[in-house]
């Protein structure tokens, strides 16, 4: 199947007949334990430019597909809790800006990554994350250093 034929097939499941269509702005995208795909992301990004919500909890999404959100002008949250993703997509997620909630929890990001995300991203309100067991002192440490942002952390 062709790359332009799957995008068809990618909007029709939206309602939308024609690409050419798709509108620049959308609320929410996205669903948990989808079959969203980097390819999907593609597609979507290249049409919409401002989307309040991505959801894509327990999606077939890569670090590819997260590289296509950095082209989203205006996220306040976004879902990435499952995903096969790790700190090769913290450049992307700090292009972010906007963002003011974030999970990735269950996902490869490292305790390093954590920290860079909430270093550079200075509208974060929230963070949902998961450390190792023994972690626990560098959770409390990154809480003690970013107080302007709520942080559940998953122990595990």
């Known amino acids: ?13 939206y309602g939308i007949s024609n690409p050419k269509k798709a509108p620049d702005s959308w609320t929410v995208f996205g669903c948990r334990h989808g079959s969203t795909t980097d390819e999907d992301l593609d597609h ?27 082209r989203l002008e205006s996220l306040m949250e976004l879902d990435v809790k499952g995903l096969q993703i790790d700190d090769a997509c913290i450049p992307d997620l700090l292009t972010l800006k906007s963002l003011k909630w974030l999970q990735i929890k269950a996902t490869r ?38 107080p302007h942002c709520e942080l559940i952390i998953s122990y595990g």
């Open 44 to 70: 979507f990004t290249q049409k919409v430019k401002l989307v309040e919500v991505v959801i894509l909890d327990e999606n077939e999404v890569t670090n590819e597909g997260i590289r296509h959100l950095a």
């Open 109 to 146: 990001i490292s305790p390093e990554g954590v920290e860079m995300l909430l270093a550079g991203l200075g509208n974060l309100t929230t963070l949902l994350f998961t450390l190792g067991e023994n972690e626990e002192e560098f959770g409390e440490k990154l809480q003690r250093k970013y």
């Open 1 to 13: 199947m062709s790359k332009r034929t799957r995008e068809k097939n990618f909007w029709r499941k």
